[in-house]
């Protein structure tokens, strides 16, 4: 098992440029979230998805933030414009839901430097 | 108000002493789960442990224990013998049934703890 996988670990861009971040959740893991960690404000839940389909994106900070889950094993989270407020690193990470709730696994995260 | 509070902000213990992070938490849920997970100065979030609102059985593994009270909402969690590499970022976190067949997981703020040799 190879775990949630996000790419890029690390994005450098400038302030206006659109940021695209990359998840593939655990293969038969039926709920994806995306969260955001800042120091200032610790872990966030920004949206999540419940088989495919966006449950709850009241976390999203701003219309900026989007989100698409096209298939059961991929999903993006997209800045567009980026601002420096946006530096952060964001996590991924799926569970199975069902009659329980299983751990929830979080993918290693991408470092976001908006310059 | 915060659904998860993790009062202690940072602590720093000797080694192989003993240490509890404390976490409370709250919910009108009757079913609900709680986890507990830890972020190493590389940054990955590790889960730790998982408990549903239903077995208030301790749980040990190894020098890790957890302690769950619905009592007084709280889900503590003592590391035994500490070692240095038990430095790290701590996390309670609190699942909620939320519909649709999901739940919300909702993290508190964290407890940096150190660990001195």
């Known amino acids: 098992d190879a775990g949630v996988i996000q790419s890029p670990r690390h994005e450098v861009t400038e302030m206006g440029q659109e940021v695209t971040l990359r998840c593939k959740p655990i293969?038969?893991?039926?709920?994806l979230f995306w969260y955001r960690q800042t120091m200032m404000r610790g872990l966030e839940l920004l949206i999540y998805?419940?088989?495919?389909?966006?449950?709850?994106d009241s976390g999203m900070p701003e219309d900026r933030f989007s989100a698409k889950m096209p298939n059961a094993s991929f999903s993006t989270l997209k800045i567009q414009p980026s601002e420096p407020r946006d530096s952060a690193v964001y996590f991924c990470?799926?569970?199975?839901?069902?009659?329980?709730?299983?751990?929830?696994?979080f993918g290693s995260g991408t470092r976001l430097t908006v310059v | 108000a915060q659904k998860v509070t993790q009062a202690q902000t940072e602590i720093s213990v000797v080694e192989k002493e003993d240490v509890t992070l404390d976490c409370v938490y709250e919910t009108r849920d009757t079913t609900y789960y709680l986890f507990w997970y830890k972020q190493p100065p590389s940054g990955e979030l590790v889960f730790l442990i998982r408990r549903n609102s239903f077995d208030e059985q301790n749980e040990i593994s190894g020098r890790y224990s957890w302690n769950f009270q619905k009592s007084t909402s709280s889900f503590n969690f003592t590391i035994t013998a500490s070692q240095v590499v038990d430095s790290a970022v701590y996390f309670c976190a609190l699942a909620e049934y939320s519909g649709a067949g999901s739940y919300q997981l909702t993290f508190g703020k964290g407890t940096k703890l150190s660990v001195i040799p």
């Open positions: 293969s038969g893991h039926n709920s």
């Open positions: 998805f419940n088989n495919n389909v966006p449950i709850d």
């Open positions: 990470a799926s569970s199975l839901i069902g009659n329980r709730v299983d751990g929830y696994t």
